[in-house]
């Protein structure tokens, strides 16, 4: 038997269980680690300048490619704590990460030690196990067991603390015989799927909700077969989007209270039945229960039994893998088409269609300062169907949903049900090492990216080129819209004169100077004329430089971006006038009728 370092078995694991990088930072407690992972070679590791950082580029890694699974590592104490929210983000969307921590030797643990936390009790409720391992011949088994749990059922992080003297400590470990564990994955029964589609075709206009977990499955083709073979239009959920393309005859458009497009809402309150497959019914989607649920039956499909029931009763549940349950509504269908007993769907679908031709939103105005949604237009323009875009929340991440377009599973990288201030530029430095020649635009507001732009630096100092979209209204743009409900505009704006540089008026941080001063490129844009001449110099600086490229456009202090300020999907409000003229959103992706 070989016998090595447990830090060393657990290194080999990684390898042998598909990990080719890693993200993260050294420290004292998480040495051992580190000397294991040089002296075996084969993971290539990025250096973060946060650890919370970190966990956000193993999610934006992960996210990228199907089989993914990002690692991140820290050392003790508040390394630990700071990836929490990576693996709070991660747990949100169903997302495997793997966070290694390093931990003060096993004696001193609960003798509150320097920097001896118990990482494994904070981080439980937010992961899928979370585990200081305390035997150090455990160490390979504990790491067979994470990826096992991270790609099995409803995929989601890990957490594994390795005291130091656990970690030096030598076990015998044969790399060569290792196996990793069969996944689980639950899958449905053809007797439920076609009582699924017996369902579906006694309806008149049904809709197919298509969630995140058919991207997580690697199902997005089989979702669009099965779209096509009943001509039923889909909906994607914002973790959904680019399963099917924008410009598919079937897209019916994005539904919800903010990341939702006027044509969406409206086919969908004309839908009498709905077939979501792994999506989880988040509120921002649905509205008020009562008027999204009215008039129509509902079919669930999740990789998880208990989400189904979990928000509201379904009329039909089935706990599958979205590829399991695709295959099989694919082959059902066949059947059914080749029997001549599928329903004729073209006039609803048609109608669908007809809405997304007629009710859009205007993006072209020429205002000085700049309309946010003049930035969306030009970026539809400058950037084509294989962008990768990446944003996590705010005014900048809603419009964007509302007007860029997405043609491709994995091509809107979003962090969903977290969505912390921050995500942005780590999880797309992420991507854009989990896919070196993507085009990759992140998308932010100046808060959010003024979170963690520390992580910039990353992208200098390891040849991580990607463009970044900053629009800058120097203002904490979604809580102050959310503020008007109150009638107050409290502890949201950001703005000041800075004294160093009076050329950008009230709109306080010189963006510009910082990135340039942390090695990277940046253009500042005033005029929205100028925006798809940056936008295009933005690509090549960054292919030239090979480091992330800033392009901030400097909006209007003031905007609200449609939404609903009732929690109903039927209610959204429209601040800005609508498209009249094709003119008024001329990157549309169908013309505008009138």
């Not at 956000?56 to 630990?80: D, L, Q, W």
């Not at 292919?543 to 300020?565: F, K, W």
Request: hydrophobic fraction near 40%.
């Amino acid at each position: 038997m070989a016998r090595m370092t447990a830090a060393r078995a657990a290194v080999e694991i990684l390898k042998r269980e598909g990990v080719t990088d890693a993200f993260g930072v050294p420290g004292a407690a998480i040495n051992p680690f580190y000397a294991a992972l040089k002296a075996s070679g084969g993971v290539q590791h990025t250096l973060a300048r946060h650890v919370e950082g970190a966990s956000h580029m193993a999610e934006g890694y992960t996210r990228t490619h199907p089989g993914n699974i990002g690692v991140c590592i820290g050392t003790s104490g508040p390394a630990g704590t700071d990836m929490i929210t990576g693996l709070y983000s991660a747990t949100g969307d169903s997302i495997p990460i793997l966070c290694i921590t390093g931990q003060a030797p096993t004696a001193v643990i609960h003798k509150e030690d320097f920097q001896a936390v118990d990482i494994a009790s904070i981080a439980k409720p937010v992961t899928k196990m979370a585990v200081t391992v305390l035997e150090a011949a455990q160490v390979p088994g504990v790491f067979q067991q994470a990826f096992h749990l991270m790609r099995s059922g409803r995929p989601g992080p890990v957490l594994i603390d390795l005291p130091i003297d656990v970690q030096t400590t030598e076990i015998e470990f044969d790399p060569e015989t290792y196996e990793p564990l069969p996944v689980y994955r639950p899958a449905a029964s053809r007797a439920q799927i076609e009582k699924a589609v017996g369902l579906l075709n006694a309806s008149e206009r049904p809709l197919i909700v298509a969630g995140g977990g058919v991207i997580n499955a690697d199902a997005a083709d089989l979702l669009v077969e099965f779209a096509e073979l009943t001509g039923t239009p889909v909906v994607p959920t914002l973790m959904g989007w680019g399963i099917v393309p924008d410009d598919h005859e079937l897209n019916a458009g994005m539904v919800g209270l903010q990341t939702s497009h006027r044509y969406g809402n409206a086919t969908f309150l004309e839908s009498d039945f709905v077939l979501g497959i792994g999506n989880r019914w988040a509120n921002r989607h649905t509205g008020k229960l009562d008027v999204y649920t009215a008039g129509r039956k509902f079919v669930h499909v999740d990789v998880e039994p208990t989400q189904i029931g979990k928000i509201f009763a379904p009329d039909y549940g089935i706990a599958s893998d979205a590829k399991a349950a695709l295959e099989l509504f694919v082959e059902v269908a066949k059947e059914l088409k080749a029997a001549g007993r599928l329903p004729d769907r073209s006039a609803w679908a048609a109608s669908a269609q007809e809405r997304k031709a007629t009710l859009q939103r205007r993006t072209h105005f020429d205002d000085i300062p700049i309309k946010p949604q003049r930035v969306y237009e030009e970026m539809n323009k400058a950037f084509g169907p294989e962008t990768r875009y990446v944003s996590t929340i705010g005014l900048s991440q809603i419009a964007g949903a509302q007007m860029l377009h997405v043609y491709r599973p994995r091509h809107w990288i979003n962090c969903g049900q977290a969505g912390p201030l921050g995500w942005t530029v780590p999880a797309a430095l992420g991507v854009a090492k989990a896919d070196p020649d993507a085009q990759v635009v992140a998308l932010s507001g100046d808060y959010d990216f003024q979170f963690m732009l520390e992580e910039l630096a990353v992208g200098a100092q390891h040849k991580i080129p990607y463009v970044h979209v900053l629009v800058n209204n120097s203002y904490l743009g979604l809580i102050r819209q959310a503020q008007r409900a109150f009638d107050i505009d409290f502890q949201v704006n950001l703005e000041f004169e800075n004294i160093n540089s009076p050329e950008l008026g009230v709109y306080g941080v010189d963006h510009v100077k910082v990135a340039e001063g942390l090695g990277c490129k940046a253009i500042r844009v005033t005029d929205p004329n100028e925006l798809g001449t940056a936008l295009e110099q933005a690509k090549k600086l960054a292919a030239e430089h090979r480091v992330p490229v800033v392009v901030e456009a400097i909006l209007e202090r003031v905007t609200n971006i449609s939404m609903s300020g009732t929690n109903d999907i039927g209610n959204v409000v429209e601040f800005e006038e609508l498209a009249t003229e094709p003119g008024h959103a001329p990157t549309a992706v169908k013309p505008l009728k009138v």
